[in-house]
T-cell receptor, first 113, second 110 residues
Framework: EAGVVQSPRYKIIEKKQPVAFWCNPISGHNTLYWYLQNLGQGPELLIR????????DSQLPKDRFSAERLKGVDSTLKIQPAELGDSAVYLC???????????FGAGTRLSVL | GQQLNQSPQSMFIQEGEDVSMNCTSSSIFNTWLWYKQDPGEGPVLLIALYKAGELTSNGRLTAQFGITRKDSFLNISASIPSDVGIYFC??????????FGKGTMLLVSP
């Protein structure tokens, strides 16, 4: 069974440019999470979806970040415009149900120059 | 955002040695998880703990859910080079949101 798939694995952009990350969760997993991981830190939740509904987006910087999960399966996280401080690893995770074990993808490493 | 207190921050040991690391929180958790993250990869679940006082093993790894529900411990016995990586604790108060520690970087010398 395939795990959580994220693309791209790496992205280098100039500041003020837009960028998008894609995540395909494990088949059948209703809950999807986007995390931000800064260097030397643990992951921090940005947004959590249950099916297509964003049930916790309190930590998402809504002035520049947006996310969608239109059909309740794969999801896209967007940053527009990107800032230097956005350089980090963006992790996607999924779980069968809201309180089930979370399985992580390999992440997208973003460098903003 | 909030992060758990995880220690030590890093460890450099000889192959064959045992390793202990711990995690503490100011809040009570209902679930404690331990993940390992290799360079360039996402965290992989090692052990999940669901009850205060629970002691669970996974091969050479043993983890415990503290009685106070505010701490957890991970032990690795007879370390090997492939144990190298960053170990994260994570706690959940039961609403699916995980709070992570800052990680313990483990280096093992052959």
């Amino acid at each position: 069974e395939a795990g959580v798939v994220q693309s791209p694995r790496y992205k280098i952009i100039e500041k003020k440019q837009p960028v998008a990350f894609w995540c395909n969760p494990i088949s059948g997993h209703n809950t999807l999470y986007w995390y931000l991981q800064n260097l030397g830190q643990g992951p921090e939740l940005l947004i959590r979806y249950e099916n297509e509904e964003a049930v916790d987006d309190s930590q998402l910087p809504k002035d520049r970040f947006s996310a969608e999960r239109l059909k309740g399966v794969d999801s896209t996280l967007k940053i527009q415009p990107a800032e230097l401080g956005d350089s980090a690893v963006y992790l996607c995770a999924s779980s069968l149900a809201p309180q089930s074990i979370q399985y992580f993808g390999a992440g997208t490493r973003l460098s903003v120059l | 955002g909030q992060q758990l207190n995880q220690s030590p921050q890093s460890m450099f040991i000889q192959e064959g040695e045992d390793v202990s690391m711990n995690c503490t929180s100011s809040s009570i958790f209902n679930t404690w998880l331990w993940y390992k993250q290799d360079p360039g990869e996402g965290p992989v679940l090692l052990i999940a703990l669901y009850k205060a006082g629970e002691l669970t093993s996974n091969g050479r790894l043993t983890a415990q859910f503290g009685i106070t529900r505010k701490d957890s411990f991970l032990n690795i016995s007879a370390s090997i080079p492939s144990d190298v990586g960053i170990y994260f604790c994570a706690g959940s108060a039961g609403y699916s949101t995980l709070t992570f520690g800052k990680g313990t970087m483990l280096l093992v010398s052959p």
